[in-house]
């Protein structure tokens, strides 16, 4: 959704894609020892890489302009502009 109506920067959505693979590689860590094993490297990577998105995407949505709100920034050229009125 971010991607097609562009809310949001588009590097929020290619790190929500890595967030969610790196959880779904992590879910099916059934290793006994190693990276895919539960106590190894990829599943306790899922929640920092989870926090660090998330901390991201609040310093964009703080920075962003109160007078150039981000849904506005990007629009299909089938949707009319709306502007408010003065």
């Known amino acids: 959704m ?6 949001m ?3 929020v959505a290619y790190g929500g ?3 969610a ?3 779904l590689s992590s879910s099916v860590s059934l290793a006994r020892e190693g990276a895919f094993s539960p106590a190894g490297v990829l ?3 899922a929640p920092l890489s989870h926090f ?6 609040a310093v964009a949505l703080l920075c962003a302009s109160p007078n150039n ?11 009319p ?6």
């Open 2 to 7: 971010i991607l097609q109506t562009g809310v």
């Open 43 to 45: 599943p306790n990577l």
């Open 21 to 23: 693979a790196i959880h």
């Open 9 to 11: 920067s588009r590097w």
């Open 81 to 86: 502009v709306i502007s408010a009125p003065s």
């Open 17 to 19: 894609f890595a967030v």
């Open 52 to 57: 660090a998105w998330l901390i991201g995407v």
């Open 69 to 79: 709100p981000m849904e506005l920034t990007r629009r299909s050229l089938d949707q």
